[in-house]
């Protein structure tokens, strides 16, 4: 066995092929091993974390588990074992009191308890170990309607004493049922994912020895008991043995089992967590217990490997059971994989006869040689990909997603259809079919072009501001001009940009949502932030409202808003209030009348003047075409006002002489209903 340091000193040297070396439990974290070539090698337990791996070869290598960590895992699948055997004895203790009991008290504690046992194990098989949580929830809801009916209908035929005793039976019975259940459970998955072949044999046999002992011991020597204990464990085991198998066969039903087993099992085995794999070559590899979170498996290759199941995938493609097939494989005819992120897969040489690919990205991904005969290739994300030698006969490539960056040489191709389903068919007579090179030349007639796909709306004036950024940016003498815009309905555009053939597609389309979506987010949260402050300032000028109308009825007056006798102030039959509301015989939210008192008008001229030129300055370097922008102007004006207390006191003075609508009136601006609307929040009643 080498050393890590002697491997690293001959890889700088020069050295590439290290076949069938062990590498079991070394490190190689961060370094760089790119190229070399350890086919056959014994990686188990190897740390390759954030390793630059790119374009090595693991053909045939071990991954996994060290022995030590195997014997580790097992001690713990016979300890859930030992315990999933002490917890089934009470369920047995329980069940066999129908049989071995005169009392009528233990009988319904036996029969309550073979209820809940049943009903509990229907919740379980039917919703999954996935929505445990409400599968227990459920169970233990009916354990304690059980329980509180019984005590209720017993108490007095029976005594209180015995019927609580019968209630904590009950509840008793249902919790060992749950943990027995996820115990037992666990403990089969995890023999499961280590492939160890006694392991559930053991895990078995474990929990009936204790199961028969402890009901030996308690329960007494009674055949029948001990036959009841047996069938019970033995029925329960086979429940759980069924989950177990089914968790680590990918049901999502029990995905929370297969996904707490996968974890722990990976604990100790392989990583190659946030490394460097493009390209990298993994077939015929045994990769169980191994952790690819967070690594770039661009191109990477995973023909035939063995165990694929059995990974920590993250976030990757390899997430998918259906995608980890296809790529173990190399069979994915007449499948859906419709949206999927496949994003740098490999399926060189694949089987995709027929096989849907809607909306699906493929960006960077490794087709050469695949057969895509017939199949859909509607709305697909190819920049980048490697379709050399492709079979495309028959495929609809509608809308598909290819540029300059797509290579389509030595295309095979007799015909393709530009519509789904087979519309528009290319060559357009059925007699006829393409020339060798024909096709890739159609496919090209639109070429330096990049798809921006907006799915749930466009925000025009965020999209015009980015794409005018990215012009400004372009070093090329052709500027990216809008080819097309299509309307796909339900919010959803497509806007086709033509970019010089100097400008790699890939990244002006990356560097156009680098640019847009944090836009949009800032605008977004921002608009949010407005309509927080307009719900506040209008929830203020309701309690206001309410406060006056208040007062009115208080003083049993009436008011008069168009006709006020008081320049300021309300205006009443008997009374009058100074602060700036006028009434006939009601108050309707915000009608203000403006006093012809020539000092009034003054005050109002000069605040509406210096209003108007703060709007001015912040409109230099904000747009005020749409209400969100007027909105955020009216903020920026507000904050400011904030932080002048003389100025802001001007204003309130002003609303309450002149009101608002001679104030909206005197500023003349579009965002004068915006700002007033915040300004009658400062307004005291």
């Known amino acids: 066995m080498m050393k890590a340091r002697k491997i690293l000193q001959e890889y700088k040297k020069g050295r590439r092929d290290f076949q069938g070396v062990s590498l079991r439990g070394l490190s190689f974290k961060r370094k760089n091993l790119s190229g070399a070539d350890?086919?056959?090698?014994?990686?188990?337990?190897t740390n390759f974390r954030r390793a630059n791996l790119t374009g090595a070869k693991f053909c045939g290598a071990t991954a996994g588990l060290q022995k030590r960590w195997v014997i580790v895992l097992l001690v713990g699948i016979?300890?859930?074992?030992?315990?999933?055997g002490f917890l089934t004895l009470f369920n047995s203790y329980f069940v066999s009191k129908i049989f071995n009991s005169n009392s009528l008290e233990n009988q319904i504690v036996g029969w309550v308890s073979l209820i809940l046992v049943v009903v509990f194990w229907i919740i379980i098989i039917r919703n999954g170990i996935s929505n445990v949580g409400i599968g227990i929830?459920?169970?233990?809801?009916?354990?304690?309607?059980?329980?509180?009916?019984?005590?209720?209908?017993?108490?007095?035929?029976?005594?209180?004493?015995?019927?609580?005793?019968?209630?904590?039976?009950?509840?008793?019975?249902?919790?060992?049922?749950?943990?027995?259940t996820l115990a037992i459970a666990i403990a089969g998955a995890f023999a499961l994912v280590i492939a160890i072949a006694g392991a559930i044999a053991g895990a078995i046999t474990g929990a009936i020895t204790g199961a028969i002992a402890f009901a030996g011991a308690i329960i007494g020597t009674f055949a029948e008991a001990v036959a009841i204990a047996v069938a019970i464990a033995v029925v329960q085991i086979l429940l759980s043995?069924?989950?177990?198998?089914?968790?680590?066969?990918?049901?999502?039903?029990?995905?929370?089992?297969?996904?707490?087993?996968?974890?722990?099992?990976?604990?100790?085995?392989?990583?190659?967590?946030?490394?460097?794999?493009?390209?990298?070559?993994?077939?015929?590899?045994?990769?169980?217990?191994?952790?690819f979170r967070g690594a770039d498996i661009t191109r990477t290759c995973w023909k035939n490997t063995v165990?694929?199941?059995?990974?920590?995938?993250?976030?990757?493609?390899?997430?998918?059971?259906?995608?980890?097939?296809?790529?173990?494989?190399?069979?994915?005819?007449?499948?859906?994989?419709?949206?999927?992120?496949?994003?740098?897969?490999?399926?060189?040489?694949?089987?995709?006869?027929?096989a849907s690919f809607f909306g699906t990205d493929l960006n960077r991904a490794n087709l050469q040689n695949a057969n895509l005969s017939g199949a859909k290739l509607v709305?697909?994300?190819?920049?980048g990909a490697d379709l050399t030698g492709a079979t495309l006969t028959g495929a609809c490539v509608e809308d598909w997603a290819i540029s300059n960056t797509t290579k389509l040489t030595d295309i095979n191709c007799d015909y393709i259809f530009l519509k789904y389903p087979q519309r528009e068919r290319r060559p357009a007579d059925p007699e006829k079919y393409f020339e060798p090179?024909?096709?890739?030349?159609?496919?090209?007639?639109?070429?330096?072009?990049?798809?921006?796909?907006?799915?749930?709306g466009i925000d025009w004036q965020i999209f015009q501001k980015t794409f005018q950024e990215l012009r400004v940016e372009s070093e090329t003498e052709e500027l990216p001009v809008i080819q097309t815009i299509e309307n796909k309905g339900d919010g959803a555009f497509v806007i086709r940009v033509k970019v010089s053939d100097k400008i790699d597609e890939a990244e002006y389309e990356r560097k156009f949502w680098q640019k847009y979506k944090p836009k949009l987010k800032a605008k977004n949260k921002e608009i949010k932030l407005l309509n927080q402050q307009i719900e506040h300032i209008r929830k203020e000028n309701t309690e206001l409202i309410g406060v006056v109308k208040t007062m009115a009825e208080k003083e049993n007056t009436k008011y008069e808003f168009n006709n006020p006798k008081?320049?300021?102030?309300?205006?009443?039959?008997?009374?009058?209030?100074?602060?700036?509301?006028?009434?006939?015989d009601q108050i309707s939210g915000n009608q203000y009348n403006y006093s012809t008192n020539p000092e009034t008008k003054q005050n109002l001229a000069e605040a509406a003047q210096e209003i108007q030129e703060l709007l001015k300055q912040l409109e230099q370097s904000n747009p005020t075409e749409t209400t969100a922008s007027q909105m955020k102007v009216a903020a920026q004006a507000i904050e400011i006002l904030e932080s002048n207390p003389p100025l802001k006191q001007r204003v309130i003075g002003v609303l309450k002489s002149a009101g608002t609508e001679a104030f909206k009136e005197a500023i003349d601006n579009p965002v004068a209903n915006v700002l007033v609307a915040a300004f009658q929040g400062w307004i005291e009643p």
Do not use: C, H
Request: no cysteine; proline share 1%.
């Open 137 to 180: 929830a459920v169970a233990g809801a009916f354990a304690l309607v059980g329980v509180f009916a019984i005590a209720t209908v017993l108490s007095t035929a029976l005594g209180e004493n015995v019927a609580g005793d019968i209630a904590l039976a009950i509840a008793l019975a249902t919790a060992f049922t749950g943990a027995f």
């Open 437 to 456: 090179g024909e096709f890739a030349k159609l496919a090209q007639k639109i070429p330096n072009t990049v798809d921006l796909i907006f799915k749930d």
């Open 38 to 45: 350890f086919s056959g090698a014994d990686i188990r337990g």
């Open 379 to 383: 709305q697909t994300l190819l920049e």
């Open 566 to 584: 008081f320049g300021g102030g309300f205006a009443g039959r008997d009374q009058k209030f100074e602060g700036g509301f006028a009434g006939r």
């Open 241 to 291: 043995a069924y989950i177990a198998y089914w968790a680590i066969k990918g049901n999502e039903k029990y995905a929370l089992i297969r996904g707490v087993t996968i974890t722990f099992a990976a604990i100790g085995g392989t990583s190659f967590r946030n490394a460097d794999l493009i390209d990298t070559d993994f077939t015929n590899a045994t990769l169980k217990s191994t952790d």
């Open 307 to 354: 165990k694929l199941d059995r990974i920590r995938p993250g976030e990757t493609y390899l997430k998918s059971a259906k995608v980890r097939e296809l790529i173990r494989t190399g069979e994915g005819q007449e499948q859906n994989f419709d949206r999927l992120e496949l994003k740098g897969i490999n399926l060189k040489e694949a089987n995709l006869q027929g």
């Open 78 to 84: 016979f300890t859930l074992a030992g315990i999933s």
